[in-house]
């Protein structure tokens, strides 16, 4: 399963814009997804994760309330809604496939926990 994240773009802060994650040559159906972000000069920071049903939903701080994260399997897409964007949410955005779904969060928000990581996209806002 190859993993394409598309969407970004430059936006202004307060805007909102939806980035998608889709897999191609399989199904990333049964699998849990990541998005991460990384931003000029930093590490690779976990966002957001979604279980193979969407029914499981998690976060980090920096993003909850502003962010949701949905999935269509019907379409092999899964989405990352942004809103009241800030600057600091500058980065690269790239999703990946997770190989298990967990309650624990520490497991969740660890890249080992990810592989087939997808070409990222550029998510700029300014000020």
């Known amino acids: 399963v190859q993993l394409q994240a598309s969407g970004g773009g430059l936006v202004q802060v307060g805007d909102s814009l939806r980035l998608s994650c889709t897999a191609s040559g399989g199904t990333a159906g049964g699998r849990p997804i990541g998005w991460f972000r990384q931003a000029p000069g930093k590490e690779r920071e976990f966002v957001s994760a979604?279980?193979?049903?969407?029914?499981?939903?998690y976060y980090v701080d920096s993003v909850k309330g502003r962010f949701t994260v949905s999935r269509d399997n019907a379409v092999n897409t899964v989405y990352l809604q942004m809103n009241s964007l800030k600057p600091e949410d500058t980065a690269v955005y790239s999703c990946?496939?997770?190989?298990?779904?967990?309650?624990?969060?520490?497991?969740?928000?660890?890249?080992?926990?990810?592989?087939?990581w997808g070409q990222g996209t550029q998510l700029t806002v300014s000020s």
């Open positions: 990946a496939s997770g190989r298990y779904w967990s309650a624990y969060g520490t497991i969740l928000s660890s890249p080992t926990n990810y592989h087939s």
């Open positions: 979604i279980s193979a049903n969407g029914v499981g939903v």
